[in-house]
């Protein structure tokens, strides 16, 4: 995968009384760096790196919350943008020209977590740090998984998920994590991985992380998203799912989501634009929920039902979902497994602590 | 003033450096100077002891046509026109008794730019006088329909397509464009179904790796050109249709199925079922008006008698569409 090195540092004035700002800074010698009163301003490509303070709410439920069958997800950020650049990502559209951001306050992260879980004792909060910014790809310049991983040890009911599509775990080994950390990566055939996350780490790199972390102790996750429709893509999807089965064991598994691919018509113009090679925006696309264009129904159904089938072939007990599809769609592809919305996020909840028998 | 009667063989009617004007010989003006005579002089510019036009291409060409041997003109030196170069002097004359075609102000665009005059300043001050927006692109777009090929231009003249799709289609090799003009002057396409189609043809030829254009070859299209029953009207929306179902031929399998399975029903035409325009959900609209109790309830048992039928289940699926 592409290591990430800054051409340059921007550092808003407030940020260099938090902790976290020197140690990113000491893990970027000789990297020019400058600093700006407010970062809000800041137009930079992906090249800088900007450390700013964050000021508002970290955390919020996931967009898909409301849809008919949504898993109760909640987003949790402190860094913004990614520098792997997929072509399909929908932060080439939303954070585009703003660098990459990490929010030097952390600890202020970690309160706002805090306090938000212990005001709602009963409720479990599954959160992931991954939808606008990977996990971990920052993480040998930041660390912030040596503090984030040990503060959900702690949280009676929070459970993190580490989403990724790196391959950098190392400072993952030895933490505390208590069984409530997820490291989750992001899977795609190999033909898609090498077309359209050149930047990322390959298959072989994602899986060699996830064995690593899985020897640690942690629960595993995968995404399969965006599944693309091509002709050939059977052969591939089902040997990336061989191959994740042939590293880990069904019982390490906490879940494995699956959505096809969709993106809004801007990305998608984008995306056209700017890569002009992919073959992503010429599948039978249609529009949906929120406008964006997704697969017509029946070819999504197809590809659910397939990769379940598959999954299952290889982990009979892993608990399978899909990303913000109606009911009618899940009924169709996987079966009744999940009754509803509520079941579906009891089910996610539970996945980690318990392992499921292979 | 220096007005006299120019010999119009003196005149360099070959040098188009200042012509705005698209159509030069337009019968209107052959018809008032036969009948007035020329009642104001041309321009016309002396360079290196050569004249040539600066204003009235129109006006000389068509004294030309009438076989008449001179023109009054106002002759003057390039000092004469200081600081505006004589294209700019042309344009501001035409703007100030017209508005310009669209081709001609493409035309005076790509002229401005020939003459060196700094782009800065024909978008921040021709493009405005041209009710155009003072933006680059829009300068690229007047610079790309200049470009168009000879049938295109005619297209754009006669209105039969839209200046959007001159521009798209003008970014194509001259053959394409020579056989786009052709089409469309078989069939009729509204400026927005001319937009669509141009959508499709260029997403097929991204989807399939072909050619541009490479549908219109198919037997689908040439099915919709040459039915003699269709009007050049109906050409263009079957046209639509059949690059519509090139592109998204699950979605139109999947309607035409519907249609099939509706029609097998036996219901009257008076009620209408309408389900979801992609398939998105299994719902299905069922619309009927009746005008009193007794249409009521002929058409609710009609709904009865398919709600029997042992076809309605299939309305309710999409399957087999997926390869």
Redesign the interface.
């Known amino acids: 995968m592409m290591e990430y090195r800054p051409g340059e540092v921007i550092v808003e004035a407030g940020s260099w009384g938090d902790s976290a700002t020197a140690d990113i800074l000491r893990n970027l010698p000789g990297v020019p760096r400058r600093t700006v009163e407010d970062a809000g301003g800041v137009s930079a490509s992906r090249d800088t790196l900007v450390l700013a303070r964050h000021r508002g709410k970290f955390l919020k439920q996931c967009q898909g919350s409301g849809a008919e069958m949504c898993c109760n997800y909640f987003i949790a950020s402190y860094a913004w943008n990614c520098h792997f650049g997929c072509t399909y990502c929908v932060l080439q559209s939303y954070l585009d020209g703003s660098g990459i951001v990490v929010c030097t306050n952390i600890e202020d992260f970690l309160g706002d977590i805090g306090r938000t879980l212990a005001e709602s004792p009963d409720r479990t909060f599954r959160i992931g740090t991954g939808e606008l910014a990977d996990s971990l790809a920052l993480d040998p310049i930041t660390g912030y998984s040596r503090r984030v991983v040990p503060f959900f040890a702690r949280l009676p009911n929070g459970i993190l998920e580490l989403k990724t599509k790196s391959d950098r775990v190392a400072n993952l080994e030895g933490l505390e994590h208590g069984g409530r950390t997820v490291v989750s990566w992001s899977m795609n055939s190999r033909r898609i991985c090498r077309s359209e996350e050149a930047c990322a780490a390959t298959l072989e790199e994602r899986l060699a992380a996830a064995d690593r972390c899985r020897r640690w102790g942690y629960r595993i996750g995968f995404h399969f998203d965006p599944i693309v429709h091509y002709e050939g893509w059977e052969e591939e999807y089902r040997e990336v799912v061989r191959m994740i089965f042939s590293v880990v064991d069904p019982g390490d598994v906490a879940w494995i989501s699956l959505g096809a691919l969709r993106f809004t018509p801007h990305l998608r113009e984008r995306l056209i634009e700017r890569h002009p090679g992919s073959r992503l925006p010429w599948g039978e696309f249609v529009p949906g929920h929120h406008g964006k264009l997704r697969y017509f129904r029946p070819v999504r159904e197809e590809i659910y039902r397939k990769m379940n089938s598959w999954i299952h072939e290889c982990a009979p007990g892993v608990l399978v979902y899909l990303c913000m599809e109606s009911r009618l769609v899940w009924e169709r592809s996987l079966g009744c497994g999940v009754r509803d919305a509520r079941h579906l996020s009891d089910c996610l909840d539970a996945a980690p602590l318990c392992r499921f028998r292979s | 003033m220096n007005i006299a009667d120019t010999p119009v063989r003196d005149i360099d009617l070959e040098n188009e450096e200042c012509r705005v004007s698209e159509g030069l010989e337009p019968p209107p003006l052959i018809r008032s100077l036969r009948e007035l005579g020329q009642l104001n002089p041309v321009v016309l510019l002396e360079r290196g002891g050569r004249l040539t036009i600066v204003c009235g291409f129109r006006r000389l060409h068509a004294t030309r046509r009438l076989g008449r041997e001179s023109v009054p003109a106002r002759i003057l030196g390039e000092a004469d026109f200081s600081p505006l170069h004589p294209l700019e002097f042309a344009l501001r004359d035409n703007l100030a008794t017209r508005r310009l075609e669209p081709l001609e102000r493409a035309r005076a665009l790509c002229k401005l730019v020939e003459t060196g005059l700094p782009r800065e300043r024909i978008v921040r001050d021709y493009l405005p006088l041209l009710d155009l927006p003072p933006r680059e692109e829009a300068l690229q777009s007047q610079l790309l329909i200049d470009r168009a090929c000879p049938g295109l231009r005619r297209c754009l003249a006669g209105g039969v397509l839209a200046q959007q799709s001159v521009e798209a289609l003008a970014k194509r090799t001259p053959p394409l464009q020579e056989r786009f003009s052709l089409l469309v002057e078989r069939v009729r396409l509204s400026a927005s179904l001319q937009r669509q189609v141009l959508g499709l043809l260029g997403?097929l030829a991204?989807?399939d790796g072909a050619p541009w254009g490479a549908p219109l070859d198919g037997k689908e299209v040439a099915a919709v050109l040459e039915d003699p029953s269709l009007s050049p009207s109906q050409k263009g929306e079957r046209l639509h249709e059949a690059l519509y179902r090139l592109?998204?031929?699950?979605?139109t399998r999947?309607r035409d199925r519907f249609r099939r399975r509706e029609r097998a029903l036996g219901l009257p035409g008076s009620i209408r079922l309408a389900p979801h325009p992609?398939?998105?959900?299994?719902d299905i609209r069922v619309e009927f008006s009746a005008p009193d109790a007794a249409r009521f309830r002929e058409l609710a048992g009609e709904l009865e008698r398919a709600a029997r039928s042992p076809g309605l289940e299939e309305l309710f699926e999409?399957?087999?569409?997926?390869p």
Request: charged fraction near 35%; hydrophobic fraction near 30%; glycine fraction near 6%.
């Open positions: 997403e991204a989807r592109r998204h031929p699950r979605l999947a992609y398939f998105e959900t299994a999409v399957e087999g569409e997926t």
